[in-house]
Nanobody, 121 residues
Framework: QVQLVESGGGLVQAGGSLRLSCAAS????????MGWYRQGPGKQRELVAR???????NYADSVKGRFTVSRDNAKNTVILQMNSLQPEDTAVYFC???????????????WGQGTQVTVSS
């Protein structure tokens, strides 16, 4: 069984910073993309940032210049550093990873349980 466990959410004032971490554990053969999505109140889940296995990032336009995604392949972790947070960043943030459990298996979309980020004005 593979799990993604997130940490680092919380309440912050506008202009503040938070750092989200996510660690993948269990039987893992390989991980392709990792990243973060979010779902605000009454909204659909949307991409925040993804990063390829070789470290190439991709950001939503709304977070470019404010958020930075990074990963440690040796530890199967992905980090989201969020700076200059705004109330519109309030959402549940979900960790994502494209994981293959065995060398002969297929890559499967895997999700964490989500962590709440609330930005007050």
């Amino acid at each position: 069984q593979v799990q993604l466990v997130e940490s680092g959410g919380g309440l912050v004032q506008a202009g503040g910073s938070l750092r989200l971490s996510c660690a993948a554990s269990g039987r893992i053969s390989s991980i392709r993309d990792m990243g973060w999505y979010r779902q605000g109140p009454g909204k659909q889940r949307e991409l925040v940032a993804r990063i390829s296995k070789n470290g190439v990032p991709n950001y939503a336009d709304s977070v470019k210049g404010r958020f930075t995604v990074s990963r440690d392949n040796a530890k199967n972790t992905v980090i989201l550093q969020m700076n200059s947070l705004q109330p519109e960043d309030t959402a549940v943030y979900f960790c994502y990873a494209d994981i293959k459990r065995t060398s002969w298996g297929l890559f499967v979309d895997t999700w964490g349980q989500g962590t709440q980020v609330t930005v007050s004005s």
